[in-house]
């Protein structure tokens, strides 16, 4: 269960973010709601999967996650620049949210 609403956390982030783009400067009404029910829905969301999941794994995985699908999602909906470099550090932050979760030890 922790993980699902650490998931439901990443999610709502993500729409947020990208609803914070589209807002341009929080001058659109409708993308700017989005922001900020997205966020308060991810922070209570990542806040009650920290009940199970530690504190360092969680936001490791919420932050990065989110970083990642982000910037892919930036290119796709935004035309923002795609290059290898950016693939690759994209691919750097996964690599380094799947070392934490399979070095960290288990949830309380």
Same mark, same amino acid.
């Given at each position: 269960?922790?993980? @699902?609403?650490?998931?439901?956390? @990443?999610? !709502?982030?993500?729409?947020?973010? $990208?609803?914070?783009?589209? &807002?341009?400067?929080? !001058?659109?009404?409708?993308? *700017? ?5 997205? #966020? $308060?829905?991810?922070? %209570? ?13 969680? #936001? ?6 989110? !970083? ?14 795609? !290059? ?17 979760? %399979?070095?960290? &030890? *288990?949830?309380?």
């Amino acid at each position: 269960m922790p993980w @699902i609403l650490l998931s439901a956390a @990443i999610a !709502t982030e993500i729409v947020a973010t $990208v609803c914070l783009k589209a &807002s341009d400067g929080l !001058t659109k009404l409708w993308p *700017s709601v989005v922001v900020v029910i997205g #966020y $308060v829905a991810s922070f %209570v969301l990542l806040a009650r999967a920290l009940k199970q999941v530690e504190v360092g794994v969680a #936001y490791a995985v919420w932050s990065a996650v989110g !970083t990642a699908a982000v910037a892919v999602l930036g290119i796709w909906f935004f035309d923002e620049s795609a !290059t290898w470099a950016k693939a690759f550090w994209i691919g750097v932050i996964i690599v380094g949210v799947v070392g934490l979760q %399979v070095s960290g &030890s *288990s949830s309380h």
